[in-house]
């Protein structure tokens, strides 16, 4: 019986909540499909398009005239290439570890024809694409197969035009430091419907999995995102906003700056002994935490090597790493 709960809940979260909708608008046009395809094995066909396809997602998106549009459209031109219009679906994966996924991510993973991935996708998430999608790495870090930003968004409208169903997979969330909006304005340009699913952010992640709430009624009322990384490689932040006091700054990308950084915050009047926290690879397995001060945390980088994708968090609430770092991964888990 706990198996079968179990198994009754996995399915649960497999079915979207809108189905009812999409089952309506099935109904509706069921004898306009009845008309238009003579055989059982056409109509079935036409049907699993339907409903594994974009029709579907427009109601699961809450954009049911445009479903129904496009179901209507569909009937029309059953059996021509117009058939097939591509979509992009912007997805972010969370920081590393596969649970963090939302439903509709899995979902959109499930149906993609094609996966654009990066860096930051964890293998174990990738593993959950479809089997028959093409995958196609556009990470930045492997020098010979970097592909530029402008590329990738040139990809997305020229493989979605050929009537495909594109997944951009991303690390966290697609609209933080993920150049989302940047990925998503040649698609809107073209006006090729996409549909865009938030991810679990590196903070939020390596926060939880590394016991350190980001506020705290007894030491942050406040919470800042910045990226220790601009577009010319400089470290340039509103550092008088980044020093007040009962406030929580959590940094990403903030490896190569972070002596910078440290400095900056210790001249603009936060204490040397300001707690902070160094969490690598945060939710996967492989997660470190190093905590430490303001003034002693380049050494703990240096002395533990510590490597990319590191989160960096300041602020009192770090010292509650001590007591509430639950996630304790072991080499075999
Ligand atoms: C280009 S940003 C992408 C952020 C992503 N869009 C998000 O919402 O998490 C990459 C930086 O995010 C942080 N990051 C992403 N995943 C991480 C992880 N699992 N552990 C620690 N830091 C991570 C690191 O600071 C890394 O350099």
Redesign the pocket.
Known sequence: PTLGRLLRARLETLIPHSYGRLADLARRFREPVKKRFKTMSQRRHFWEDIIEGPVAEMVYSNRDAEAEQALQKAIEQAGSEQLAKGEVYLV?AG??DPDLLTFRALRLMQMADVVLYDR?VSPQILDLVRREAEQIYVGKKRAYHAVRQEEINQLLVDLAKQGKRVLRL?????F???RGGEEISGLADEGIPFQVVP?V???A??ASYAGIPLTHRDYAQSVMFVTGQLKDGTVDLQWQALAQPRQTVVV????AGLEIICNKLIEHGVSPDMQAAL??????VSQRVFTGTLSNLSQLVSEHEVR????LIIGEVVQLHERFGWYQPTADS
């Open positions: 972010g920081p590393g930051l991303k690390g966290g969330d697609p933080i430091f993920g991810g952010t590196a903070a992640g390596c990403y990308m903030g490896l969490v690598q690879q945060g939710t996967t990319a994708p590191t989160l």
